[in-house]
């Protein structure tokens, strides 16, 4: 019923997938600012070291509101159906994301120590 | 199409709809939107059972079903993007008879997890979405091998009772 060839498949992705974990887990580093991005666009940034609550508002009534503390960025409510972004776990290291889709809004941490994949992006 | 064909096929629907239903309830808290591709099962199931375009029409009837019931736009877009790459990656592996029903199953559960990913990045434009991608794979092979395993069962059972 299984082949081999399944076996190594399963192997192969499970070995790619574990390596990339394992890659950006080894290599996380806590970020100092947070994006936050509004139809792909950056509106605004804060320090990580600032606790405050702010909302975004988009065009049609949408909303979304996040609160820094201790250097952590969590959604703690928006307008948005599917509250994804607020069930989303809080976020503190460089290069994490939580997206709201329906709003289009997405908190981005940024400004950790440089490094070789962000100097290709920039 | 025969008429049991046709039972056959509400009966598939209806399970679908079940499988889809039950993701519903439990969201992947982790990632945006994503969906661990449950009725993959009865797609793989039609594609083995039934054929290539009887899998297909059901794949697209599910998600837009589900889409109208329980999702909205953006809802609606992921599950086709993943629904349909992984439709056409799993034909293709079919096709070229490399793995069995197991190994088809885990690249539908791998490609459906790239086209949520890439529908994700699209919708935020954001390039870095991509670093969900490693966990997805993960998942994707997880839930595919489990899947495949499944619907060979089934595919064993009630074989004689198609066609
Ligand atoms: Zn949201």
């Known amino acids: 019923m299984v082949k081999k060839n399944d076996l190594i498949l399963i192997g192969v992705i499970l070995i790619i997938g574990i390596g990339a974990l394992l890659f950006m887990y080894l290599n996380n580093e806590a970020g100092s600012k947070v994006s936050v991005q509004m139809n792909g666009e950056e509106i605004i940034t804060f320090d990580l070291d600032e606790d405050i609550t702010y909302t975004i508002e988009g065009d049609n009534g949408a909303w979304n509101t996040f609160t820094i503390k201790d250097g952590h960025v969590d959604m703690i409510d928006a307008s948005c159906p599917d509250k994804i972004c607020v069930n989303h776990k809080d976020i503190h290291y460089d290069h994490e994301t939580i997206t709201c889709l329906p709003n289009q809004v997405l908190l981005e941490i940024i400004g950790g120590e440089e490094n070789p994949i962000d100097s290709i992006a920039n | ?163």
């Open chain 2, 1 to 163: 199409m025969k008429t049991k064909n046709i039972a056959i096929y509400g009966l598939l629907v209806a399970l679908a709809f079940i499988l889809s239903y039950i993701e519903y309830l439990i969201p992947f808290p982790l990632m945006p939107g994503i969906k661990l591709g449950l009725a993959n099962l009865v797609v793989i199931t039609a594609m083995y059972g039934l054929g290539y375009k009887e899998s297909l029409v059901l794949s697209i009837i599910r998600i837009l079903l589900v889409g109208f019931t329980f999702g909205n736009l953006s809802t609606m877009l992921y599950s086709l993007a993943g629904g349909m790459l992984s439709w056409i990656m799993m034909a293709i592996t079919k096709k070229s008879k490399w793995f069995s029903l197991v190994g088809v199953s885990v690249i539908g559960g791998v490609f459906h997890n790239i086209g949520q990913i890439i529908v994700a990045i699209l919708i935020v434009s954001n390039p870095l979405i991509v670093t969900y991608l490693p966990l997805l794979l993960v998942t994707g092979v997880v839930t595919g091998a489990l899947i495949g395993l499944l619907a060979s069962m089934i595919i064993k059972r009630v074989n004689r009772h198609l066609r």
